[in-house]
């Protein structure tokens, strides 16, 4: 995707808004955005669509995203932003080939990002899925998913996360303490691709780190 042109076909478009939905459909089934937590984002050139504030995520559909420029202003759809969105829109700039975001809360990164918080990331190493990951050739990689300390002031928790982003280029994702991850990816696709392996990847470190296997 080249992000700072839209999507030249609607039905491309279409398809993305569709698979989003889904994607987030399939991340309520497996239990990583309970109740009405967890949002979701797709971007085409200068428009982003986003989940609305408080949808069950087992039941979204493409009429219940929101339109929004890069600034955070409603275009179109119906209810509110998250206050979660301006979290979103920093990753876009700075991941400027980021064409999708997906923000889960699962048990393990609730785990490890408080486990590991006063380290400042989560290292997963040695691992055979770690070439799930965008430019990661070999199990021998090193993944350090930066940790940011939750709060609910989010314009200190955006200039971090920007701080956060710019100090790790590599990174596939980010996690707030305690709270959840971010990860993205050109499309739609490519972001899921990485969440499942991130998610794997934390259950077998949490296993470890805290069964002793």
Same mark, same amino acid.
């Given at each position: 995707?080249?992000?700072?042109?839209?999507?030249?076909?609607?039905?491309?478009?279409?398809?993305?808004? /569709?698979?989003?939905?889904?994607? $987030?459909?399939?991340?309520?089934?497996?239990? @990583?955005?309970?109740?009405? =937590? +967890?949002? #979701?984002?797709?971007?085409?050139?200068?428009?982003?669509?986003?989940?609305?504030?408080?949808?069950?995520?087992?039941?979204?559909?493409?009429?219940?995203?929101?339109?929004?420029?890069?600034?955070?202003?409603?275009?179109?759809?119906?209810?509110?932003?998250?206050?979660?969105?301006?979290?979103?829109?920093?990753?876009?700039? /700075?991941?400027?080939?980021?064409? $999708?975001?997906?923000?889960?809360?699962?048990? @393990?990164?609730?785990?490890? =990002? +408080?486990? #590991?918080?006063?380290?400042?990331?989560?290292?997963?190493?040695?691992?055979?899925?770690?070439?799930?990951?965008?430019?990661?050739?070999?199990?021998?990689?090193?993944?350090?998913?930066?940790?940011?300390?939750?709060?609910?002031?989010?314009?200190?928790?955006?200039?971090?996360?920007?701080?956060?982003?710019?100090?790790?280029?590599?990174?596939?994702?980010?996690?707030?303490?305690?709270?959840?991850?971010?990860? @993205?990816?050109?499309?739609?696709? +490519?972001?899921?691709?990485?969440?499942?392996?991130?998610?794997?990847?934390?259950?077998?470190?949490?296993?470890?780190?805290?069964?002793?296997?």
């Amino acid at each position: 995707m080249v992000p700072d042109a839209p999507l030249h076909h609607h039905e491309q478009l279409q398809r993305e808004v /569709e698979e989003l939905c889904s994607t $987030a459909r399939q991340c309520y089934a497996r239990g @990583w955005v309970p109740a009405t =937590s +967890g949002n #979701f984002s797709l971007r085409s050139g200068n428009r982003v669509f986003i989940t609305a504030s408080g949808l069950d995520k087992g039941k979204l559909r493409p009429e219940d995203l929101l339109e929004i420029d890069l600034d955070g202003e409603v275009i179109g759809g119906q209810g509110r932003p998250s206050a979660e969105t301006a979290l979103h829109l920093v990753i876009y700039r /700075e991941r400027v080939s980021a064409g $999708a975001i997906l923000h889960v809360h699962s048990v @393990w990164n609730t785990l490890l =990002s +408080g486990k #590991f918080e006063g380290d400042g990331f989560v290292a997963l190493r040695g691992y055979e899925l770690l070439k799930g990951l965008s430019d990661v050739a070999t199990h021998e990689h090193e993944e350090r998913v930066p940790i940011i300390a939750n709060t609910q002031e989010y314009a200190p928790l955006a200039a971090n996360l920007k701080n956060v982003l710019q100090q790790n280029a590599d990174a596939h994702g980010v996690l707030l303490s305690r709270h959840g991850l971010y990860t @993205w990816g050109e499309w739609v696709a +490519g972001a899921r691709r990485h969440l499942e392996a991130l998610e794997f990847l934390f259950e077998v470190e949490g296993r470890r780190v805290f069964g002793g296997f």
